[in-house]
């Protein structure tokens, strides 16, 4: 247990350390050095510990606790009505209005009597994502040290509160922590609004009108979601006098259904999931270690988490099937809409929404094997997805553009990047990487349980490979003789996180058998009473592949680029008439130059129509659920 | 072994042509005279291409397409003139901007005269052009030990 | 014929991958050669002979080599690997699904190749040879799943050993297996990237920037290609293994016969269409199997 509290709590110390500690000095960067190794290496220590053990519950019955929390819930209502009439925004004033009313009613009437037997408690699941917010956190955070001097010279207008920055990233991750560890549903709703809180002031950490205008999009749908979350544990108390996690999951289903989905709709909003996905797209104005953070791989994570867990609860009713729709239209949707992006994130954020879309389809059809492809989801996708933002941020720094189209020959540009960057995206769609052994799980958990979902997936998947072999081949193309390699204006601490998650992105990929059987499958042994059975021939099969992959790869690399020496070079076929590679000689003795544009068919992919239809389909899901739970 | 002659590509390209000649290279492609009964294909790009067939007398501004393109197709390589035209020029020899037949600008291995070059001759053409590719190929080969 | 599946299936493993890797490229080097014959006599000429598209490869591979940049032909080393290992994974009976998504990873690998050289030409080439991925995938997984329905399994051997002919349970899935099928050959009306032999694409498509070996190399992929889509094809009759051949022959034809009728189409009505025709034909078989499960 103290394990637990250690990593709930030691990032809050960092984040006040962070505020308080004068900027610019070197003891900052060898504290967060030290802090973000701390964050690795304790995670990994819970998961060696409890290898071999079951779920274990702890008790921390502190009334001074509960105090406490109450204390900081009312001072962050207070904070948000205060920036919110400052901005003249009333929504998020309502919100917090009616939040705070039925919590702190509920405090005063029913909470003072209330009993929680264990507030905390660690099982597998826990501990996979305690490693992705540790692993991935700090090497995040890691990365925003470098990251955040860079932004502040191109964004000379921001003012630098980058301490305030540091504070509300360690702030973050505690309340993440704070998440996957607490059994208490109060305690997951007091760190549920805080990660609101953090995302909201990230978001707008900007401060111009297009971040403030994303920054409160993303506070109301939230608190929205907050707010419902809100109704369903204090529905649940009085009906059941429960308010615990695994309680919850032991009672009758007629009974707790409401507050299921309740907490699921909570979880749909923080997914972004249709039709609340504007405020994830709105989101990428924050600088990128935000992006990487929050909206790629942990907080949207705790969105799935939560729904996830409560999956159990909601098995086998309509609404589960409703939650399996939403999960299945979001993926399909958004996976449309990236075609037709050009903006570098925001088709990563499109992509994070429908794979999330995904993971929540799976946690509606609740079989063994469709749990078990959610978590492999979970993983792949926190990884590669995270590596992704982090190299479009330095991307756009080094090219000046977010947009795809001025990525070309970037491999000439900046090569190692580019390698980092293919690692990424290989590990998002292609085989033999995490994303299609995902896939291939979700295809045989969906068949069996219902093929509208699977043939969603395979019109989903076409299109997931359609907009990611765009961008792969935008950044590989090669013009021979151009332009300076800038490579060695990317910040050492840039460059580690990048090493790092992409190690951990192939990495995952070969351990994955590993990974399957020592922590999923005694995951879906508690929760299931059986594990999936293990087809060992599929898993050599990808094994070989990733294996030969790696090996041929840069063996061919290696014999063409430097080995082979049989070849004279031509220039491309230009018609005839070249001037050099890319011009060409015109009409009128001109001189044109070549441009090499991608397909974003606009006219059928278009965002709006498609959101549009989208938005309107999942409102109607969401009623259906909502309707079917409370009758 | 040399499998040029069992299957050579041809690259046609117009160097400003009446457009006689090339009619009758295509021609050559239909069923009545069928040019790919012996394995030939008339390709668009030059870096797939064994013979270059230049029609027209090549003016100032294609000199530089034609050696271009070919300057992009892989040895061994063969370039056919087809068409008095590309032979010598012909009637426009004189003119001014006229340069007077492809073997001003590339080393040319077979010529086809004829105006407008008949299919029959055409063909003979490309096929006498296959022995001097397999003649290229093998001197290529002596020449690399 | 019952004699060469026996011998076939009492292989191991490895000796059926070996079959497959060794004997592909013939076979699928004759199937081209016929291809190109029959077009021919379609078209009321003599044609080449049917043992062309050897001494075609033969010549290629006799070429100088030349590049346009020198790491384009890693990708086309990456094309042929894959490709032939999907065929070996397919043809040693292995999971379905893993043989498509291999054979998609095959595809993006050619795709890059496309992108990698930055001509014009072969830009759009790789553009479009990916929307017709994009056109061909769902119903590719739809076929997997199809089989999976009816006999319970994924694996290829225990699909092919099934009692009755896959096609009684599938004919929607068959139809639209013949429809990308022929995206899959690039016939025509689907041959919007590369265009075999006599059609020209934007120049050469994909293949502008290839040639000698590496173009040699991509036509061999091709044909590996082929008979393992032949193959997919044999799998719908596999209860009778006469019938089978000769119908999975027969498909192959038929293709050839499509590609003689038909002009080609825009990529908007390839795309469209292919996912139209998946959904109808496909999608409302999977369905109806569902649910008389």
Known sequence: ?631 | MSWFKRSPWVLHYNATSCNGCDIEVFASLTPMYDLERFGIISTGNPKHADILAITGSVNVKSEQVVKNIYDQMPNPKVVMAVGICATSGCVFQDCYNVLGGVDKVLPVDVYVPGCAARPESIIDGVLKACEILQEKHARQKKEKR | MTSIIEIYQSLGLFGRMAVFVVMAPFIGGILAGLDRKLTARMQGRVGPPIRQPFFDALKLFQKERIVVNKFQNVYIVLFCVFTIFSGALFFAGADILLTVFSLALAGTFFILGGFCVGSPYSHLGAERELIQMMAYEPMVILVAMGMYQVTGSFKVAEIAQYHAPLILYLPGVFAGFLYILTIKFRKSPFDLAISHHAHQEIVRGLTTEFSGPALAVIEITHWYENVLLVGMVYLFFAANPWVGFILALGTYFFEIFIDNNYARFKWQLTLFSSWLFTAVAGVSNIIVLYAIR
């Open chain 1, 1 to 631: 247990m103290k394990a637990l509290i250690f990593l709930i709590v030691f990032p809050l110390g960092i984040a006040v350390l962070a505020a308080v500690l004068p900027p610019k000095i070197r003891l900052r960067r060898a504290i967060a050095v030290i802090a973000n190794i701390t964050l690795c290496v304790v995670p990994i220590y819970l998961l060696v510990t409890y290898l071999d053990k079951g779920p274990a519950f702890f008790q921390l019955e502190s009334h001074v606790i509960n105090i406490f929390m109450l204390a900081i819930e009312v001072f962050i209502a207070g904070f948000i009505v205060y920036i919110s009439i400052r901005a003249k925004r009333y929504l998020p004033v309502l919100l917090v209005a009616v939040q705070s009313l039925i919590m702190l009613t509920f405090e005063f009437t029913s909470g003072s009597t209330m009993q929680i037997e264990h507030s905390l408690f660690v099982d597998k699941f826990s501990i996979i994502m305690a490693l992705i917010v540790g692993i991935i956190g700090s090497a995040i955070c890691l990365y925003a040290i470098g990251y955040i001097p860079e932004y502040h010279e191109h964004h000379k207008e921001v003012k630098d509160r980058s301490r305030y920055f540091a504070f509300l990233l360690y702030l973050f991750l505690s309340a993440m922590f704070g998440i996957v560890f607490s059994n208490s549903l109060m305690w997951i709703y007091f760190f549920w609004e805080i990660t609101t809180i953090c995302s909201a002031l990230l978001i707008g950490y900007r401060n111009d009108k297009q971040s403030v205008e994303s920054s409160f999009r993303a506070l109301n749908m939230n608190l929205l979601g907050g707010v419902v979350f809100a109704v369903g544990i204090v529905y649940l108390h009085n009906s059941t006098h429960v308010m615990e996690l695994d309680k919850l999951l032991r009672l009758d289903q007629s009974i707790v259904l409401l507050p299921a989905v309740c907490i699921a709709f909570a979880g749909l909003v923080k997914a972004a999931q249709l039709p609340f996905s504007s405020w994830l797209t709105g989101a990428m104005v924050a600088p990128t270690p935000v992006s990487a953070l929050l909206h790629s791989s942990t907080m949207v994570k705790a969105g799935v988490y939560i729904i996830l867990r409560m999956s159990p609860v909601l098995e086998n009713t309509a609404a589960a099937k409703m939650l399996m729709l939403i999960g299945g239209v979001s993926f399909l949707v958004t996976a449309l809409i990236a075609i037709s992006q050009n903006n570098a994130k925001k088709v990563l954020a499109y992509s994070t929404i429908s794979n999330l879309g995904l993971i929540v389809a799976c946690a509606g059809i609740n079989t063994q094997a469709a749990v078990w492809s959610a978590l492999l989801l979970i993983i792949f996708h926190a990884v590669a997805k995270s590596l992704l933002f982090l190299c479009v941020g330095i991307i756009e720094y080094k090219l000046g553009s977010r947009d795809i189209e001025d990525m070309d020959y970037l491999i000439m540009r900046l090569p190692k990047l580019t390698a980092v960057m293919m690692i990424g995206m290989a590990g998002m769609f292609i085989a033999p990487f995490g994303m299609i052994i995902s896939k291939f799980v979700t295809l045989k958990a969906f068949i069996d349980a219902n093929p509208g979902m699977a043939i969603i997936l395979a019109y989903g998947s076409a299109a997931t490979v359609f907009f990611w072999t765009k961008w792969m081949g935008k950044i590989i193309s090669i013009q021979h003789g151009v332009t300076e390699v800038m490579e060695h204006l990317v910040s050492r601490w840039e460059w580690i996180t990048l090493y790092i998650l992409a190690v951990a992105t192939v990495f995952v990929c070969l351990a994955f058998p590993f990974i399957s059987f020592g922590l999923i499958d005694p995951y879906l042994l508690e929760k299931f009473g059986t594990i999936p059975v293990a087809d060992t021939f599929n898993f050599i099969i990808v094994f070989i592949t990733i294996l030969g992959l790696l090996i041929i790869l840069p063996l061919c690399l290696l014999y063409f680029g430097f080995v082979n020496k049989n070849y004279k070079r031509v220039g491309t076929y230009l018609g005839g008439g070249n001037i050099d590679n890319v011009t060409f000689e015109g009409a009128m003795a001109s001189s044109q130059p070549i441009g090499l544009r991608n397909y974003y068919m606009e006219k059928y992919f278009g965002e709006t129509r498609l959101l549009n239809a989208g938005v309107f389909v999942a409102v109607t899901l969401l009623f259906i659920m909502f309707g079917v739970a409370v009758l």
